[in-house]
């Protein structure tokens, strides 16, 4: 299977500030990432689909200034979670896309906002 | 309507024990499906592809009903290791959508 890293793996922020979690796709080159949430016993929400060099598509609900995706390279994609609040923690998952028909999934960010 | 239900259980069985899992779509047009498996705080990894024809990897058997969009997994002689949520996950243009998971609780 496909290997991707993301990190951190777990973070605990204070209110208001804000926190970067950073997806590779170490062995391939990603066109597409997907941006996933999931809280607890639920199953995983999609915030944001993004191709590389354009600006994120959001899911109705989440707010794209609240949630800053870049992807700048086919390698690389970053979610920073602005201003955070207590409600936003959750686990985050990316899911780089390469083409095919099966998901890969970075290890998740477990986001706690105290 | 859900894009893709599941029940949540939690099932909980004895070692050894058969248990089997169902999972519903709602878009016919769904392409490719397939049972993940989710540990505890860690992402989902694949379990198996599942095929019209069905399919068997090990104790796992997997199949498709297109006709009644239902996905099934079944799992025989269960191991303690087997406990944990399984997702169906259904990918319908390019997108895949989950389900909530199903947990399943092996008990010694």
């Known amino acids: 299977g496909a290997v991707v890293s993301q990190h951190p793996s777990r973070v605990i922020c204070k209110s208001g500030t804000s926190v970067k979690i950073e997806c590779r796709s170490l062995?391939?080159?990603?066109?597409?990432m997907f941006w996933y949430r999931q809280f607890p016993k639920q199953s995983l929400m999609l915030m944001a689909t993004?191709?590389?060099?354009?600006?994120?598509?959001?899911e109705q609900g989440v707010e794209k200034d609240k949630f800053l995706i870049n992807h700048a390279s086919l390698t690389l994609s970053t979610l920073t979670v602005t201003s955070a609040h207590p409600e936003d923690s959750s686990f985050y998952i990316c899911?780089?896309?390469?083409?095919?028909?099966?998901?890969?999934f970075g290890q998740g960010t477990r986001l706690t906002v105290v | 309507r859900k894009e893709v239900e599941q029940d949540p259980g939690p099932f909980n069985v004895p070692e050894g024990a058969t248990v089997a899992f169902n999972c519903t779509y709602s878009?016919?047009?769904?392409?490719?499906f397939f049972w993940y498996r989710q540990d505890c705080r860690k992402e989902p990894k694949l379990l198996m592809s599942?095929?019209?024809s069905g399919n068997e990897d090990g104790r796992f058997t997997a199949q498709l009903n297109r006709a009644s969009q239902y996905i099934s997994l079944l799992i025989r002689d269960s191991k303690l290791s087997d406990s944990a949520t399984y997702l169906c996950?259904?990918?319908?243009?390019?997108?895949?959508?989950f389900g909530t998971g199903t947990s399943l609780t092996v008990i010694p």
């Open positions: 062995d391939f080159q990603a066109t597409t």
């Open positions: 878009n016919s047009a769904s392409q490719s």
């Open positions: 599942v095929y019209s």
């Open positions: 996950v259904v990918n319908t243009g390019n997108q895949f959508y």
């Open positions: 993004s191709n590389e060099g354009s600006k994120a598509t959001y």
């Open positions: 899911s780089p896309r390469r083409g095919g028909t099966e998901a890969f």
